[in-house]
Nanobody, 121 residues
Framework: QLQAFGGGLVQVGDSLRLSCAAC??????MAWFRQAPGKEREFVAA???????AYADSVKGRYTISRDNAKNTIHLQMNSLKPEDTGVYYC???????????????????WGRGTLVTVSS
């Protein structure tokens, strides 16, 4: 029900925009998580139905999450990319009845397939 796209191979300092389209239903709280090789999945950013946002400290000031309600899509604009931003990025959504952002992956019931972001130095 969630389709993420936009990953790719970029250089340090480049920008990239990820998108996630929700199909068949509308979600309130949606988020991005990422997982680097050999590491646990970590929270990146989330946005609520009222467009309140939350970011991991490691991406604050570089990443911007936004939503287009008309297209049932969220975006993640990633600027000033670093090698440590490399990983598989997953789009996730909470149960539609829940309106509160959560930073742990266990709070998200819906997941899309990941899209790989590789930042080369």
């Amino acid at each position: 029900q969630l389709q993420a796209f936009g990953g790719g191979l970029v250089q340090v300092g480049d920008s990239l925009r990820l998108s996630c389209a929700a199909c068949e239903r509308t979600f309130t709280v949606m988020a991005w998580f990422r997982q680097a090789p050999g590491k646990e999945r970590e929270f990146v950013a989330a946005i609520s139905g009222s467009s309140s946002t939350a970011y991991a400290d490691s991406v604050k000031g570089r990443y911007t999450i936004s939503r287009d309600n008309a297209k049932n899509t969220i975006h993640l604009q990633m600027n000033s990319l670093k090698p440590e931003d490399t990983g598989v990025y997953y789009c996730a959504a909470r149960n539609p009845a829940i309106t509160v952002i959560q930073r742990t992956h266990r709070g998200y019931a819906y997941w899309g397939r990941g899209t790989l972001v590789t930042v080369s130095s």
